[in-house]
């Protein structure tokens, strides 16, 4: 909406409405959430019931381990670039609803692959197998051998899921940035990473508690069906998902774009009144106008910018934290419940402080917020670095860990996704986005794989004892804040429509 229409009293009238359907569209950064953190606690099952029985030698058998957990990461690439073709001939909630539709399906096959729904996944087949041909580019012991069709059926729906994700990453904070006013739109965006932090930390509790409280004791129950509910728990809220947004109204710019400019009108009105309506619809529809909507009709450098913020959303090492957060936690000298209990921390400082984002990032602006975090980020990870170097670690890396996971929570983790769906112009933006969101999977893909590397590898730990990726990330977090200063133009307060004057070729 314009910021004309943003405020007053009639805009007020709405806000139940606008509130409702962003924790509807929210729900989807949720199941993002807890599919992308719920294989932590069945990794150990995975391999024992899928990889093991294959009798690999062991290089091999490690290749296949990590590509059937990780096998997600791809499905996520895939979904994001994908996401823009959806929005455009489905729509930004016909997007979704394909989103939950694969959460569901991927959820209960995954638990199942021996089931009829898990040989859903055998569809995915050769393009598994091409995956793993690709793999072996890379890598000379990589498992290229013929599997079961368990495993098959079960890697192809971790693909479903990460197909799912990786729609609901570019989609839901889309759908909710179409429907907000800009005095309100960067607050609403963050509830999508508020529910991918509730979702992370919810799988944490549900992984406990199933093996925990599972089995009447039985220490083979999680190996043989514990593992099956943590994965199928997720169809629950994705069933809930999906029905919910049967009654949601898609986007009045998503409408404008299919030529439905009555119906995007009556979406308007319900958001706002009458005549805000007809502003907004005038605007829209000659932002729309402007361009012939290339991807390239507003110069290069909006796509290079979203594409950086993406990348480094995942460069200043995040995911090596959530991901191999027990690997981290065992290297400081935690075991047991208490790996459990900071993990436990960390997903608690990770939902507050992005509430706290929720709370500033249309106060302060999305630039100041990326760049304390930047360089919150940048002290935390050196100084941890220094911490394992040291041998100095347990209760004080645990709080510098913190910190860390405070300075992403407050700026890049929600900050980002608010960026990636507000500052493309309305004629490129699901394009544009998907490019976006398809090149901060692959990161993801790009970190997940080298930290494993980086922290296992022997002649690095000999030099810095686990401290020496700690160090890389710290130096990305610092050119993270310098890319921001210099090249990310301050969006707060600007309406859509007038997002394009932003990259106006000279």
């Known amino acids: 909406m314009s910021q004309a229409t943003s405020s007053g009293p009639a805009a007020s009238t709405h806000t139940g409405l606008l509130i409702t359907l962003t924790i509807i569209a929210a729900l989807g950064g949720l199941l993002f959430g807890y599919d992308s953190a719920v294989i932590s606690g069945a990794t150990e099952s995975i391999k024992q019931n899928f990889v093991a029985p294959l009798g690999l030698s062991e290089a091999p058998r490690l290749s296949l381990e990590g590509f059937t957990i990780a096998g997600a990461l791809w499905g996520c690439l895939i979904g994001g670039a994908i996401g823009g073709v959806m929005a455009h001939y489905l729509g930004r909630r016909g997007g979704l609803i394909v989103a939950g539709v694969l959460f569901f399906v991927s959820s209960l096959g995954s638990a199942w692959p021996e089931s009829t729904i898990g040989h859903l996944g055998s569809v995915l087949t050769p393009l598994i197998n091409a995956l793993i041909w690709f793999l072996n580019l890379f890598f000379e012991d990589a498992p290229y051998v013929a599997f079961g069709q368990d495993i098959t059926n079960f890697i192809g729906h971790r693909l479903f899921g990460g197909m799912g994700i990786g729609l609901a990453s570019m989609l839901a904070p889309m759908y909710i940035a179409e429907i907000a006013p800009p005095s309100k739109r960067g607050a609403l965006v963050t509830y999508q990473q508020i529910a991918i932090v509730s979702g992370i930390t919810i799988s944490y509790f549900v992984n406990y508690f199933i093996k925990k409280f599972g089995g009447d004791g039985d220490p083979n129950w999680v190996h043989d069906q514990g593992w099956r509910w943590m994965l199928a728990c997720c169809a629950i809220p994705a069933g809930i998902f999906v029905l919910l947004l049967f009654f949601v109204p898609e986007t009045p710019r998503g409408l404008m774009l299919k030529g439905k400019n009555e119906k995007a009108r009556e979406v308007l009105t319900r958001l706002a009144n009458e005549h805000e309506a007809k502003i907004v619809l005038a605007e829209i529809d000659a932002s729309l106008k402007e361009t012939a909507g290339k991807l390239f009709s507003y110069g290069g450098l909006v796509l290079v910018v979203g594409i950086l913020l993406s990348a480094f959303q995942q460069l200043v090492g995040i995911n090596a934290v959530l991901y191999y957060g027990p690997q981290m936690f065992d290297n400081m000298g935690f075991k047991g419940d208490a790996s459990f209990a900071s993990t436990v921390i960390m997903g608690i400082v ?120 700690y160090w890389l990330y710290g130096g990305f977090s610092v050119l993270a804040a310098l890319f921001v200063w210099k090249f990310v133009p301050e969006s707060k307060g600007v309406s859509l429509e007038d997002m394009q004057k932003l990259w106006k070729k000279a």
């Open 350 to 469: 990770m939902v507050v402080f992005t509430l706290i984002a929720t709370a500033t990032v249309d106060r302060w602006g999305r630039k100041p917020l990326l760049i304390l975090g930047a360089l919150i980020m940048a002290v935390s990870m050196i100084a941890l670095g220094f911490l394992f170097n040291a041998g100095s670690v347990a209760l004080v890396a645990l709080v510098t860990v913190c910190i860390y996971i405070a300075g992403f929570s407050l700026s890049w983790g929600p900050v980002v996704w608010v960026m990636l769906a507000e500052i493309f112009p309305n004629s490129i933006r699901d394009k544009a986005m998907a490019i976006a969101v398809a090149a901060q999977w692959f990161m993801n893909w790009v970190v997940t794989v080298t930290f494993n590397i980086m922290d296992g590898n022997t002649a690095l730990n000999a030099a810095f004892n686990h401290g020496f990726a």
